[in-house]
């Protein structure tokens, strides 16, 4: 059981004395460290905010100018394949004219040919009709 006596004024002297040194030698630079820690750790969060705003921002303006080279990319390309198309149809229009023209050489070349085959042969008919003519008469 606890008895009060004269020792519990020395006791809370004691004690009083001891929470005062502890304080002054102990708590309060603790306290202060702790403080400084906090001030520390709000600054680097602050930072890290400011870094995360800050790549987002590049991240997006990187998107946006990847978006934009696409969209060019894809522009320049249609143009060149409109290029090719055009210059393809244009190869093919001039190809088809030089084999028509070579067609239509070619085949009044043939008629020529067939006309003056004919006109040999007209020529030879009546000689080859007498032949016939004095075979078959005898």
Not at 55 to 68: G, I, M, N, R, S
Request: proline fraction near 1%.
């Amino acid at each position: 059981m606890i008895d009060i006596d004269s020792s519990i004024l020395i006791q809370a002297a004691n004690f009083l004395l001891m929470w005062f040194i502890l304080n002054q030698l102990l708590f309060k630079p603790i306290r202060g460290i702790i403080k400084k820690r906090g001030e520390v750790m709000a600054g680097q969060l602050e930072a890290i905010n400011g870094f995360t705003g800050s790549a987002a921002k590049k991240l997006a303006d990187y998107e946006a100018v990847l978006t934009q080279a696409r969209a060019a990319g894809m522009s320049t390309r249609e143009e060149l394949k409109a290029q090719a198309q055009a210059a393809e149809q244009e190869l093919l229009g001039a190809a088809q004219q030089e084999a028509s023209a070579k067609l239509g050489a070619a085949r009044s070349e043939i008629a020529a040919q067939a006309k003056a085959a004919s006109d040999a042969l007209k020529g030879q008919v009546r000689a080859m009709a007498e032949k016939a003519t004095a075979k078959i008469l005898g």
